[in-house]
């Protein structure tokens, strides 16, 4: 079974100071991640993902996101906030299923508003 | 191009009514997914489809039926609208089971 979840519902930043999305997850088995972006009335957009190769990864729009096994964590990072990174994002996890089968599991979301 | 693409948009009907969402990537996947979105931006899978067969079928009122005419294609009918049934509708494909997805831009249906 695996299980992944988004420790803030909300977060609020000022414009040009630094971001947190914070996720853990839990999986039996060596997992993919991901974090995906959703704006106001649209799609969700892939950010980045860990598939065991590098555990810092680089995404799209300055985004970051680093692999801890240890702490079984893969928060998002970003140095500067801009206006437009205000969005909802969702942390995923990608693991073998019990039968064999790759399940990808969704957080419950984040809410980022960034602040003038 | 339009990597995954869904019509209509928006959709207004009336309880009671039956309607369709179409849904076509071009990315050459082979799976393809249903997805419903409620108020609080919690995302459910209802479908997924693996080379035209279904392979996750979530618990799910017989309403709603998946059709997979051919693997670019994945197409939702619901029956019976219920008030409940609004919400926002994304379908999205990914090479295989477990690989990141792609999503379409949502289809939002309200039932009045």
């Known amino acids: 079974a695996q299980s992944v979840t988004q420790l803030d519902s909300h977060v609020s930043v000022s414009e040009g100071t630094p971001v947190l999305l914070r996720c853990n997850y839990s999986?039996?088995?060596?997992?993919?991640l991901f974090w995906y972006v959703q704006h106001p009335n649209k799609g969700l957009q892939l950010l980045l993902k860990?598939?065991?190769?590098?555990?810092l990864v680089k995404g799209i729009n300055g985004f970051e996101a680093e692999f801890k096994k240890s702490e079984t964590s893969f928060h998002l990072t970003k140095p500067s906030a801009h206006m437009s990174d205000a969005a909802e994002y969702f942390c995923v996890v990608s693991a073998l299923s019990s039968g064999s089968a790759r399940q990808l599991t969704f957080g419950s979301g984040t809410q980022l508003t960034v602040l003038p | 191009d339009t990597a995954v693409s869904q019509t209509p948009k928006y959709l207004v009907t009336q309880m009671g009514n039956d309607k369709s969402i179409k849904c076509e990537q071009n990315l050459g996947h082979d799976t393809m997914y249903w997805y419903k979105q409620d108020s609080k931006k919690f995302l459910k899978i209802m479908f997924s489809?693996?080379?035209?067969?279904?392979?996750i079928n979530e618990t799910v009122p017989n309403r709603f039926s998946p059709k997979s005419p051919d693997k670019a294609h994945l197409n939702l009918h619901i029956n019976s609208l219920e008030l409940g049934d609004s919400a926002v509708y994304f379908c999205a494909s990914s090479f295989d089971r477990g690989y990141e997805q792609y999503f379409g831009p949502g289809t939002r249906l309200t039932v009045t």
């Open positions: 860990y598939t065991s190769a590098a555990t």
């Open positions: 489809y693996n080379n035209k067969e279904l392979i």
């Open positions: 999986s039996s088995y060596s997992p993919s």
